[in-house]
C-alpha cells in the first residue's frame, strides 16, 4: 500500500486544487471528505477512484466504516499530509477521490405522478446541502439544479448533505432545457411567491409535481415564475418577510409527502 508522509507530495497538491470549482471542472474529478459522505457515495453505486486515509485521525464511525472501502486502491497518509488536504476542522481521517458523474435529461426514467424539486441559482452551500438532505428524507424522485450557483460538488455541499447528494438522482440542468422536460410530462410547476392568497397546504401535490426554489434574496426567476402553473404563499405572521430557503423547502415537501401518504392510506 502507498503511504504518504511528506506535505510537500506532488499528489496531495493536486488534491488540494480540487478545493477549487475551476479544478474540479477541469479534471472532471472531485473529493469526498468524512467516512459517512464516502460510505454513502460507495454504497450508492459511485465508482471511487482512491481511499485517502490516516488511522490517528479515525473518528468511531470510520473505525466501523473504513472495511467497506476493501478492495479499493487506498493510499495511507500521516497526519500532518492528511491536514493538508482536508477542509474540517476535526477530520475523520478519510477522504475519497472519485470522478464527476455525467448525466442527461434523457437518462432519467420518473413515475407518472413524480415529485422533483428544482433549486435554481443557490449561491450558499449550507443551504443546498441541507436541501438535498430534505429531498432525501421525503423521498424526491429527483433534484434539479440550474444557474450558476453553487458547484454541486462543493465539498461543504457534500458535508451539510451529509452525503444525501448520492442517495438520489440529482441533475445539473439549463432552464429551457428542463422546463420541456417538465412539460414534456405534465409536470405542475409549483412556486411560492408572496403574491397569491393561495397557502401552500392548499395546492394539490398528488400528481407530477415540480416544486421550484430560488435564492433567498432575489427568489425565482421571471423565467420559472413566469411559467409556474401553481403559486403558493408560505403565511408571515411577524416582522421578517421570508424564510431561509431550507425552512421553506422543507414546508412544500413535507406537505407534499403529507398528501401522498394521505392519498396511500386504506380507507
Known amino acids: 500500500m502507498k ?57 468511531p464511525e470510520a473505525h466501523e466504516l473504513y472495511p467497506q472501502f476493501d478492495g479499493l486502491e487506498q493510499v495511507k497518509l500521516s497526519a500532518a499530509a492528511f491536514e493538508k488536504i482536508s477542509l474540517r476542522e476535526n477530520p475523520d481521517g478519510m477522504v475519497a477521490l472519485t470522478c464527476i458523474p455525467e448525466f442527461t435529461l434523457e437518462d432519467l426514467e420518473l413515475p407518472g405522478d413524480a415529485l422533483v424539486l428544482v433549486l435554481q441559482g443557490l449561491e450558499k452551500p449550507g443551504n443546498l446541502g441541507a436541501l438535498l438532505r430534505t429531498a432525501d428524507g421525503v423521498g424526491v424522485h429527483a433534484v434539479f439544479i440550474t444557474g450558476e450557483g453553487t458547484d454541486l460538488y462543493n465539498p461543504n455541499v457534500i458535508r451539510a448533505s451529509q452525503g444525501s447528494l448520492f442517495t438520489q438522482h440529482v441533475f445539473a440542468a439549463e432552464d429551457q432545457a428542463l422546463l420541456d422536460f417538465l412539460k414534456s410530462r405534465n409536470f405542475t ?79
Open 3 to 59: 503511504e504518504i508522509t511528506s506535505t510537500q507530495n506532488p499528489e496531495l497538491k493536486l488534491l488540494q486544487k480540487l478545493h477549487e470549482r475551476r479544478h474540479r471542472r477541469k479534471e472532471g474529478k472531485f473529493l469526498i471528505e468524512g467516512a459517512r459522505e464516502a460510505s454513502r457515495a460507495l454504497l450508492a453505486g459511485m465508482d471511487l477512484e482512491k481511499l485517502y486515509f490516516c488511522e490517528d485521525l479515525f473518528s
Open 189 to 267: 410547476i409549483l412556486a411560492a411567491t408572496p403574491h397569491t392568497q393561495k397557502t401552500y397546504w392548499q395546492a394539490d401535490y398528488s400528481g407530477a409535481t415540480a416544486i421550484c426554489l430560488g435564492t433567498e434574496h432575489d427568489g425565482l426567476s421571471d423565467f420559472w415564475m413566469q411559467e409556474a402553473t401553481e403559486k403558493v404563499v408560505i403565511p408571515m405572521q411577524g416582522t421578517a418577510d421570508s424564510l431561509n430557503v431550507g425552512i421553506a423547502g422543507a414546508l412544500l415537501l413535507y406537505e407534499a409527502l403529507r398528501q401522498r401518504q394521505g392519498q396511500n392510506q386504506a380507507p
